[in-house]
């Protein structure tokens, strides 16, 4: 069963088609945006811009440092750049030059981590950018926004251009469900609640919205009202909402495609802790490299499934208290 079945959704197109398309529309309204890519455009679809702009799309080659350092000097001249490449390459082999040219000098530089998580399936672990969420949090000026669908890519990349300052935005190779419909509304730094509930939260970025609906229409057929978030945005994060749902739900479990330790479990785990202490799981990978598989078997291999999320309900709402059989 695919992901968002369980939930009615409608299924997606592979987000990295849905990020080159949205990358194309804000090229096509703002002349200040310009590309800058890893030799990797035909695998992001950034080079939907180089068909269409060819004047606006730099080939920097396999220099992923050489490509965040004339973006942060663009950004200098007043320009928009857009930093395409896999997430695992962006962020582990520029590091320093994020951290120094983009982080500390708040240029207005956007990053683009493409084939985020394990679902690149078959390219295995050294391309899978499971890090990459961890490494940008340690960046303390950078804005993350973690896109669930096609709608929310567009407004992930529009959001990008109209927000002054460095973003990281994480796109996949994954087809991922329709959660929203057209016209939906975001704002940086606010979560959504898709679902209303009493009995616990669940908490999910990207891939695992998804799954989220999926566990949530699973537990209503027990009579289990569960509340799902996404969270859209990883910094800013949303603390009024995560924690206003720890007081009322008195239970939460958090889902991503990333690895535990460092990733948006942990921080959302920090704000509760600090305001509404209250029984916590967590979905995502351990510590593991991956293997190389069909990105469906990896989800399952690895534990990041509806199933398991929906087992983590059952273990947060016992420690609550309630007896569920």
Same mark, same amino acid.
């Not at 926004?145 to 929310?152: A, E, Y």
């Not at 699973?218 to 910094?235: K, S, Y």
């Given at each position: ?143 993350? #926004? $973690? ?6 890519? =567009?407004?992930? *990349?529009? &959001?990008? +251009?109209? @927000? ?87 239970? #939460? $479990? ?6 535990? =330790?460092?990733? *948006?479990? &942990?921080? +959302?785990? @920090? ?55």
């Amino acid at each position: 069963m695919r992901i968002g079945e369980r939930a009615g959704l409608k299924p997606g197109r592979p987000m990295r088609d849905v990020f080159g398309e949205a990358l194309l529309a804000v090229c096509e309204k703002d002349p200040r945006v310009i590309v800058l890519d890893g030799d990797l455009g035909n695998s992001t679809k950034a080079d939907l811009v180089r068909k269409r702009f060819p004047e606006r799309f730099l080939n920097m080659g396999i220099a992923e440092s050489n490509l965040v350092g004339v973006a942060s000097g663009l950004s200098a001249c007043g320009f928009i750049p857009f930093v395409v490449s896999f997430s695992s390459f962006l962020l582990c082999n520029a590091y320093d030059q994020i951290r120094l040219g983009v982080a500390m000098s708040r240029a207005n530089v956007k990053l683009v981590g493409s084939h985020g998580g394990i679902t690149l399936g078959k390219d295995g672990p050294t391309q899978m950018g499971i890090e990459d969420l961890a490494l940008v949090g340690g960046l303390p000026t950078v804005t993350i #926004l $973690v896109p669930c669908d096609r709608v929310s890519m =567009h407004w992930a *990349v529009q &959001a990008a +251009v109209e @927000r002054t300052g460095p973003v990281f935005i994480r796109s996949s190779r994954y087809a991922m469900p329709e959660v929203y419909e057209d016209g939906a509304s975001f704002e940086v730094g606010k979560a959504n609640v898709l679902r209303e509930g009493k009995d616990l939260t669940i908490v999910a970025c990207g891939l695992m919205v998804g799954c989220a609906l999926d566990a949530w229409a699973m537990l209503r057929e027990e009579g289990i009202e569960a509340r799902v978030i996404d969270l859209h945005t990883i910094r800013p994060l949303d603390r009024d909402t995560l924690v206003q749902a720890a007081r009322e739900t008195g239970a #939460l $479990v958090v889902a991503e495609e990333h690895l535990l =330790h460092g990733g *948006v479990g &942990a921080n +959302v785990a @920090r704000i509760v802790a600090e305001e509404a202490p209250c029984p916590m799981r967590f979905v995502g990978l351990a510590d593991v490299y991956p293997d190389s598989a069909d990105a469906d078997d990896l989800l399952r291999e690895y534990g990041l499934t509806s199933e398991v999320l929906f087992g983590k309900c059952h273990e947060v709402l016992e420690l609550k208290g309630r007896i569920v059989t």
